[in-house]
């Protein structure tokens, strides 16, 4: 298969069964001349299948392992029954190759989620894991399409390949991450969309990226983007800021568009996270009459998903967070499996980055909250570098940045907290079960940046 493929639409049978099987696959991201980029992905195409389901309905998906490692696949941002949640080591052993897993379970909440595995996540979205999981609501709100925006950011040679050889680099490590050099959206080198003129979508944007931050510029005039639901969760409708919709690796964001274009025109997107404005992707209107004599203004507001209406503050449980290392940070030693070892020594093992001066997956948990209570983690970033805190299971809420209350944030499972920034969370602990907690910048996660929660 030569062709970059994009499968979206249901795979489910009449039972709610779906079947995902992560195997090898191709697709072609450099074009002039074209190159074969052998990757790894589900149901052999990149992104993998968008799954949607109904709010509250129970399904099956079913992982079957065809790759030569073993993997596992997290459904990031469900509220989701622990068992089923896809961390290997913690909710589950890894999927051996030729193994399966059967992933039930229902999502409480409608929305854009997304799905990737959890094992070597650092090297297998690298290699093209990843798709979307939607889950409808129960009465969808009124837009002619709803669309996909996939964001990833791969490292690619010039020969097309992807760069095997800076897997574990220990200088992405202890930077940023491993940034990439090329851009796709859907799994396509500068998509151009076909839209109609007067169409109203649904954007359903995501960083899948394993580092990079990234924005884009969607046109005010000619798309009008209006913000109405963050990681999943609905919002008040809002423009994106003038810098570009920024979203941190995990993050997602569902945008209203209306194409406000003449037929035969062209939209251009372009991402602006670095000093270039690099176009990724671009709508094109299509020669036809316009769907609409006057486009829609009325703006989209998605029904509340069940979650808490208040965060109760008071008697909440405060989980201190220092987080510490990484290049020019200064980590002079920290605790890893148990010992103190000194920064030469943690290097070796692929160690740079500590929280509470531990690194890596501690055998004692954060913090175990009683179900039903508030927890409050307060992150205090005293490192030179962002990071993209992603907690499992639960939405939460910023309440302060750097001592100033911030009131009426967006439940979020994935901030992005600024280099020296401290940045305070709320949420209330009520779904039981060992989560995880960690940097979705996935080479800070390996390289130490991860804990867990466990709620009793
Ligand atoms: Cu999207 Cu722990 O991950
Ligand atoms: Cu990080």
Redesign the pocket.
């Known amino acids: 298969m030569l062709a970059p493929t994009w499968s979206p639409g249901p795979v489910a049978d009449e039972k709610r069964r779906f079947v995902l099987a992560a195997e090898r696959a191709s697709l072609v991201l450099l074009e002039k001349p074209a190159r074969v980029t052998p990757v790894w992905a589900y149901g052999g195409s990149v992104p993998g299948p968008e799954l949607r389901v109904r709010r509250g309905e129970a399904f099956t998906v079913r992982l079957e392992n065809r790759l030569s490692q073993p993997t596992s696949v997290?459904w990031?941002g469900i509220r989701i029954d622990n068992a089923m949640d896809g961390?290997a080591g913690l909710t589950q052993d890894a999927v051996p190759p030729g193994g399966t897993f059967d992933y039930s379970f229902s999502a409480p909440d409608a929305g854009t989620f997304w799905y990737?595995p959890?094992f070597r996540s650092w090297e297998q979205l690298a290699r093209g894991l990843y798709g979307l999981l939607i889950v409808e609501e129960d009465e969808p709100p009124a837009v002619d399409r709803d669309v996909a925006w996939i964001a990833d950011d791969w490292r690619l040679e010039v020969t097309g390949l992807i760069d095997e050889r800076s897997f574990g680099s220990m200088r992405d490590a202890s930077h940023q991450g491993r940034l990439g050099n090329w851009l796709t959206v859907n799994g396509l080198t500068e998509p151009q969309i076909p839209v109609r003129a007067g169409e109203r979508i649904r954007l359903r944007c995501v960083n899948v990226a394993n580092a990079r931050v990234m924005a884009f510029d969607f046109d005010r005039q000619k798309l009008r983007p209006s913000i109405v639901a963050v990681d999943g969760q609905p919002v008040a409708p809002r423009e994106p800021d003038r810098r570009g919709l920024e979203l941190a690796p995990?993050q997602r964001t569902d945008l209203i568009v209306d194409v406000l274009e003449a037929p035969g025109g062209r939209i251009p997107v372009y991402e602006v996270s670095t000093r270039e404005r690099i176009e990724s992707a671009a709508f094109k209107v299509e020669d036809a009459p316009p769907l609409r004599s006057r486009p829609l203004t009325e703006s989209v507001s998605l029904p509340a998903n069940p979650l808490a209406r208040d965060l109760p503050l008071e008697d909440a449980q405060a989980i201190p967070m220092l987080m510490e290392g990484g290049a020019m940070g200064g980590l002079g030693e920290a605790s890893y499996k148990g010992k103190m070892l000194d920064i030469r020594s943690l290097v070796a093992e692929g160690k740079v980055w500590s929280f509470n001066g531990i690194v890596g997956m501690p055998d004692q948990p954060l913090a175990t909250v009683s179900r039903g209570r508030t927890a409050v983690i307060d992150m205090i970033n005293r490192t030179a570098w962002p990071h993209a805190m992603?907690l499992?299971g639960h939405h939460f809420r910023v309440v302060e940045r750097d001592g100033k209350a911030v009131t009426d944030a967006p439940w979020r499972d994935t901030v992005l907290v600024a280099r020296q920034e401290k940045v305070r969370i709320a949420f209330i602990a009520d779904n039981p079960g060992k989560w995880?907690f960690?940097c979705?910048m996935l080479e800070h996660q390996a390289a130490g940046m991860v804990t867990w929660i466990v709620v009793a």
Do not use: P, R
């Open positions: 997290h990031h961390v990737h959890h995990g992603h499992h995880l960690h979705h």
